[in-house]
């Protein structure tokens, strides 16, 4: 079930909708067997930290040449890595990636820095404009869904509700693995261990869930001796680590066991390699989602309330998803306003037109709703919002704060979009404190990549210009786009992200396998190179016509690791 319950809040709600899918699928009998089962199997899983897998591959099993190995560890920030492997609490990830391979410097996730987002983005190459997966939930109002992954029931929809091809699509015929994921179409061995996890997420064991993951690696291996080949690639999903940064925030003792933990199951995974010898032909990778942010009980930002209360909104933020269409369409044609706000620390508003949830208003209609309250309940200038985007017209996009308003403009070119920041009449990015940067954002236009370069390290918000235009033409998103300032969010937790801040976006991203450089660094890279990277890598062309918005860091990274370390 991974994902089913990651973000935390969420036990309480869920297990209902699981125990209620799990019986009037199966029947009540099969449902007490399947949880007696489970419970025995989690109780044996979750003790210790593991122990290392004695199954062994068969000699005559078909290795691929070279394979990946992908550790796809939810919410474990990219600063955090690169300190706990100088610091030497990271052992096992400073031993394989920090010292055995590169490390991104600042690689970005997507915006909202928000796991079913992100990692649709990382296992297809492009950005969520494109895959329209913007969220943990997102509403339709055309279809009247207004989906949520968070759950047992929902979870594995993800694979129908977006059609980019996935890596697993790509590599075809090429056979792959995923344990414990959700983003799963196209994989030949799925193990999702939903009946298992499923119990541990009930009694919030989420360092067990962790460890099962790298348990699985027995199963997989099981597979492989009857199928007779190792998968080409094999995405090794760690769901826990972000509950427990949920729940505790990530400067808690429990976030910092809960790092020590996962570098000890990866540790488990890379022995067990190394004694197949699979290690010299494969590259192995970890990445995560996004970042982690402190939160805090004083740090919610209530928009419900405002909506409906301040504002005289007609508004909603009930979840409907199944069910006849009419039926949906009936609730939501009650409302005029549709709030998203239970992914943290991003929230999107609908607003019906004129006409209805059909066509979605315009530019002057959506600024007229956002300008008639008085100053003090404009989104804006409430405490704890970062940023308030919204479109100015097709090519261009308002962004707001406390510090006032700006504009962003996009052209297109022949070599793909371009993007200029306009700090007039305020500088709410702030870029104009930097004079290197200033120097940058008064040239005016310039490609979604040299912003990344740009602004990748020391800014507070790192590569957000060129992302917000194209996210906010996703349906899904509604008309605006809020951003959460650090220590706060739009629900209550300790910790989260999805804002745009730079903790929100420093994912964990680093390489090593056969030809990388070990100890070398990479300047900067995004989300969306990852599935780019690894084509290239295996030596599969990608299909005539793909558009991935990510490239292939494949001659960055096996250059020397001097070049490599160059920065622009
Ligand atoms: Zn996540």
Same mark, same amino acid.
């Given at each position: 079930m991974g994902t089913a319950h990651h973000n935390g809040r969420s036990g309480a709600q869920t297990q209902p909708a699981a125990a209620h899918a799990l019986a009037s699928a199966r029947g009540a009998d099969v449902l007490r067997r399947l949880l007696a089962f489970a419970f025995a199997s989690a109780f044996l899983v979750g003790c210790g930290p593991g122990a290392p897998s004695r199954l062994n591959l068969r000699p005559d099993v078909v290795r691929p040449r070279p394979g990946v190995v992908i550790f796809l560890v939810d919410g474990l920030p990219g600063c955090r890595v690169a300190r706990g492997c100088a610091e030497g609490w990271l052992p096992n990830i400073r031993e394989r990636f920090c010292d055995g391979g590169v490390c991104v410097a600042h690689a970005m996730t997507c915006v909202p820095a928000i796991t079913y987002a992100s990692i649709a983005t990382l296992l297809t190459g492009v950005e969520p404009a494109q895959h329209?997966?913007?969220?943990n939930r997102w509403f339709d109002p055309v279809s009247a869904c207004f989906r949520c992954y968070v759950n047992l029931a929902h979870y594995r929809c993800v694979n129908a509700d977006y059609s980019t091809p996935t890596l697993y699509e790509l590599i075809q015929p090429a056979s792959s693995a995923s344990i414990?994921?959700?983003?799963?179409? $196209?994989?030949?061995?799925?193990?999702?261990?939903w009946a298992v996890s499923g119990v541990m997420w009930l009694f919030h064991d989420f360092t067990a869930i962790d460890k099962l993951t790298a348990t699985t690696l027995n199963d997989v291996a099981q597979w492989a001796n009857w199928e007779g080949r190792w998968p080409t690639v094999l995405t090794c999903y760690f769901p826990g680590l972000d509950t427990v940064g949920h729940h505790h $925030?990530?400067?808690s003792p429990e976030f910092h066991r809960g790092m020590e933990h996962i570098d000890h199951q990866i540790g488990r995974v890379c022995a067990w390699l190394q004694r197949q010898g699979l290690l010299e032909t494969t590259y192995l990778v970890l990445v995560s989602d996004h970042g982690m942010v402190a939160g805090g009980r004083p740090g919610h930002i209530d928009l419900f309330r405002l909506l409906r209360d301040d504002w005289g909104r007609k508004v909603t933020r009930r979840m409907l998803q199944d069910g006849p269409d009419a039926m949906r369409h009936r609730y939501y044609d009650q409302f005029d306003t549709v709030l998203n706000n239970q992914d943290g620390r991003r929230a999107s508003l609908h607003f019906r037109s004129a006409t209805g949830w059909r066509e979605p208003p315009g530019p002057p209609e959506v600024e007229a709703i956002l300008t008639t309250p008085p100053p003090a309940q404009q989104l804006w200038n409430l405490p704890g919002v970062d940023l308030v985007a919204y479109l100015a017209s097709d090519g261009a996009a308002i962004i707001r704060s406390g510090r006032g308003l700006a504009r962003i403009e996009a052209r297109p070119t022949e070599q793909g979009p371009e993007y200029r920041y306009l700090p007039?009449?305020?500088d709410v990015l702030g870029y104009l404190d930097d004079l290197q940067l200033t120097a940058f954002v008064q040239a005016g236009f310039h490609s979604s990549r040299d912003w990344l370069g740009a602004t990748a390290?020391?800014?507070?918000?790192?590569?957000?210009v060129p992302h917000l235009i194209p996210l906010l033409h996703v349906r899904r998103l509604g008309q605006v786009v809020l951003f959460a300032q650090p220590?706060?969010?739009?629900?209550?937790?300790h910790g989260g992200h999805g804002g745009v801040d730079g903790e929100d976006r420093q994912m964990t991203f680093m390489l090593a396998g056969p030809g990388i450089p070990p100890g070398s660094t990479l300047y900067t890279a995004r989300a969306a190179d990852l599935t780019p990277t690894l084509l290239d890598l295996l030596g599969v062309a990608p299909p005539p016509g793909a558009t991935f918005d990510g490239v292939s860091l494949r001659s960055a990274i096996l250059a020397t690791p001097d070049t490599a370390k160059t920065e622009p």
């Open positions: 329209q997966l913007i969220g414990q994921a959700a983003h799963v179409r $196209g994989v030949t061995g799925d193990f999702a261990n $925030g990530p400067d007039v009449p305020a390290a020391r800014q507070r918000y790192p590569d957000v220590g706060y969010s739009f629900v209550r937790e």
